[in-house]
């Protein structure tokens, strides 16, 4: 006796297809899993047993052997109960065996209810491109496996209501295509934010570039607040964009029934005694902060806090986009491409420079404290900006800034000019511009030159440092809606990198 059932497996952040075959013999009684299956895969045969029991079928007597194909690659998790369930139900003739193009995967609970398991998104997708017309999966992972489309997804609460159906015995309605609605996820505004104009300024030119930000100043003044409110003026996701940072999330189980799918830029801010497999990932391979930031924004708050080893780990995906995590179960690159947002104080105490002459630190622990910073990261941040702590009288007022659907509407229109500059090439957005890139939109008037030599000077400025500050000028001029860079335009971005650390 023997049934074949068409699953899925994760690998990185991607879906496969897994072909289950089940074979029932005679022999001494026993089910063997082969194919590489981990823990949790074995223990299937535990909850299938009890399932199938439980739901009145008979559980064969006999050999039953499960080969997971291909068998090259390593099955983990718990989305083959179901099509071993099946399977076994199949071959013995005590269900209707599923059509060709049909598809399943999910956790079963003893008495045969269907859990959910993570990675839905990418395995539906996977199911897309095999050619399955039905995917079945448990009713808590439909809304997000249905955002693949070209197939139906079947949300199953229970393996009765399924075979019943596979034997037309009942109808089932498939879920709802997804859609990705940002305004379904609110964030806060950039109006609740009482004075700091040059910070907001500074984080919409961010913004609008894709550039890389730190803010320096004391304790309270609104660091936290401002980083948070990023999301709300960064450009929407595209459909691609979106569906590929909901992947990441939902390998890593942070997607829900509720929230099914990421519908802005994500947001994250990991803890500073953040470990390095937090950051990069590599718990059950798992994809961490750094690639669940993809798309979105990695803030890391009270910078100087976070472990050196963490710092460096940020190099390759800043520089590459991705990242690359190696255990003894083997090695998974991740996407990793998202806008680094870093805050910190001054100094150990945090009132360094302020006018009331608070900060008791020495000089040279002020310097030990900024010097926690490596120089290779501080040469990749963009822009850096002071954040004042707030004026009495700026406190009390009432907060009356722009809203961040105002700062959104320049943020887009700029990203529009970038779009069409840049349309046919890799580069996306101005921080990412090569020296091609470069060569061809950010020659500069003779008045400019002459500005740019003399902060060059004046400045000790590298070359790594110029080429940053002709990209934020870029951006700037296109937030103007500038064709060329203008002096003005120059100055402003030089700013943006005289701000001195000890
Ligand atoms: N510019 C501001 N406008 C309105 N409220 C502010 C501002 N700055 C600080 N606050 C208030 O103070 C709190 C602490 O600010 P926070 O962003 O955590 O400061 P920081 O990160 O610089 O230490 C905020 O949650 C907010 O309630
Ligand atoms: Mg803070
Ligand atoms: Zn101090």
Redesign the pocket.
């Known amino acids: 006796m023997y049934a074949r059932i068409r699953s899925l497996g994760i690998k990185g952040i991607g879906g496969y297809e897994v072909e289950l075959e089940v074979s029932i013999s005679s022999g001494l009684p026993r089910l063997d899993m082969v194919g590489l299956p981990d823990a949790a895969v074995k223990e299937a045969a535990d909850r299938v047993r009890a399932a199938i029991k439980h739901n009145g079928w008979d559980f064969p007597v006999s050999r039953i052997t499960v080969n997971l194909a291909p068998a090259d690659t390593k099955k983990a998790g718990t989305v083959y109960d179901l099509p071993v369930l099946l399977g076994i139900l199949a071959a013995t003739g005590q269900c209707k065996a599923p059509r060709p193009e049909d598809m399943f995967f999910g956790e079963l609970s003893l008495t045969g209810q269907l859990r959910p398991v993570s990675g839905a998104l990418p395995m539906a997708l996977a199911a897309e491109a095999a050619g399955a017309r039905r995917l079945f999966v448990p009713r808590d992972n439909a809304a997000e496996a249905a955002f693949a489309q070209g197939l139906q997804v079947y949300p199953v609460e229970n393996v009765r209501q399924l075979t019943a159906f596979l034997a037309g015995e009942r109808e089932m309605e498939p879920a709802a295509p997804g859609v990705i609605d940002p305004d379904s996820a609110p964030v806060p505004d950039f109006a609740?934010?009482?004075?700091?104009e040059n910070v907001k300024r500074a984080l919409e030119v961010a913004a609008a570039g894709g550039h890389n930000v730190l803010?320096v100043?004391?304790?309270?003044?609104?660091?936290?607040?401002?980083?948070?409110r990023l999301p709300g003026i960064l450009p929407d996701m595209d459909r691609e964009e979106a569906l590929r940072t909901t992947a990441i999330w939902s390998v890593a189980g942070l997607t829900t029934a509720e929230n099914p799918v990421v519908v802005r830029r994500p947001f994250r801010a990991p803890n500073q005694t953040a470990s390095r497999q937090a950051l990069a990932g590599g718990a059950d391979l798992r994809p961490g902060e750094m690639s669940l930031a993809h798309n979105g924004v990695l803030f890391l708050?009270?910078l100087p806090e976070f472990h050196r080893d963490v710092i460096d780990l940020l190099r390759q995906p800043l520089e590459e986009g991705e990242v690359t995590v190696s255990r003894a179960s083997g090695t998974v690159t991740y996407p990793s491409r998202f806008m680094l947002v870093c805050?910190m104080?001054p100094c150990r105490c945090?009132w360094y420079g302020h006018p009331s002459g608070r900060c008791r630190c020495t000089e040279r622990s002020v310097r030990e404290y900024q010097g926690k910073i490596s120089g290779p990261l501080l040469d990749r941040i963009d822009i850096m900006v002071e954040?004042p702590a707030?004026e009495y009288e700026?406190?009390e007022a009432r907060?009356g800034?722009e809203s961040s659907a105002a700062i959104k509407e320049r943020v887009d229109a700029a990203r529009a000019a970038q779009r069409e500059r840049f349309a046919g090439t890799a580069v996306l957005e101005n921080a990412r511009m090569g020296p091609a890139e470069m060569e061809a939109f950010c020659g500069l008037d003779p008045e400019g030159s002459a500005l740019m030599k003399g902060a060059y000077e004046a400045l000790g400025l590298t070359a790594r440092s110029y080429d940053r500050i002709l990209r934020v000028a870029r951006t700037i001029a296109d937030l103007d809606g500038a064709e060329r860079i203008q002096a003005m335009h120059l100055a402003e971005a030089i700013q943006y990198r005289t701000f001195q650390l000890k």
């Not at 609740?192 to 700091?196: D, I, N, Y």
């Open positions: 609740e934010v009482k004075g700091q803010m100043g004391p304790p309270g003044a609104g660091k936290s607040m401002l980083a948070k708050d009270e805050a104080n945090g954040v707030l700026e406190l907060p800034g």
